[in-house]
Every structure is written in C-alpha cells, then in structure tokens.
C-alpha cells in the first residue's frame, strides 16, 4: 500500500493550501483514510477523515469549519482543503489509512510520507 501526500509549502496567515494523498495498492472500500499532523516537538494529532464508503467525515474541533476533507473514488484520491490558515497550524501533514474510523494515530494501518505545512505570521 502507497500513499503518497502532496501540496505542502509555505503560506502566510489567513492563506489556503490543499493537500492531496493518492492511494494505492489495495482496495480501501470500508477503510478510513484520515489526515494527521505533527508539529516540532509534539505528539502527532488528528485532523481530518473521512469513510471511503460512505463519505461520511470527521473534523478535530481545531480544524471545524476551516478544512474540508474530501475523496475522489475514480482516482483514489483524498484531499484536504485548508482555509484561513493559522501559524498553529505548522506541521507535517501525513495521510494515513485505517480499517475503521479512529482518532488515534496508533489505529492507522499504514502512513504516507509527510508533507511540509508552514504557515507565517
């Protein structure tokens, strides 16, 4: 299983980005693929998921109402759209794959590589 995340860079505050993770090597019908973030110096975080079945989603209340996590089945691909970012939003970003939804990073059973979330003041 890939799952490879792009879009990361540097943005100042208040600026958008949108992260993309391409999936594949398995199927991932009844999978949860969620979004997670690290910043310098603390644990990793959840931030975002969504149910590759239903389309059903799930937000850290940090992120409600700024970031929309979104799925294009045909290209296996989910995306995070990042609005009126903060620089607390700093981080890597990784896209992670589950057998179920789970806010923990420890229920993830497999991790993209990160990518880089800067945010200026």
């Known amino acids: 299983v890939q799952l490879q995340a792009s879009g990361g860079g540097l943005v100042q505050d208040g600026g958008s980005l949108r992260l993309s993770c391409a999936a594949s090597?398995?199927?991932?019908?009844?999978?949860?693929l969620s979004w997670f973030r690290q910043a310098s110096g603390k644990d990793r975080e959840f931030v975002a998921a969504i149910e590759w079945s239903n389309g059903r989603t799930y937000y850290a209340d940090l992120v409600k109402g700024r970031f929309t996590i979104s799925r294009e089945i045909a290209k296996v691909t989910v995306s995070l759209q990042m609005f009126s970012l903060k620089p607390e939003d700093t981080a890597i970003y990784y896209c992670a794959a589950g057998p179920y939804f789970s806010r923990s990073y420890k229920s993830m059973a497999y991790w993209g590589r990160g990518t880089q979330v800067t945010v200026s003041s």
């Open positions: 090597g398995r199927t991932f019908s009844g999978y949860s």
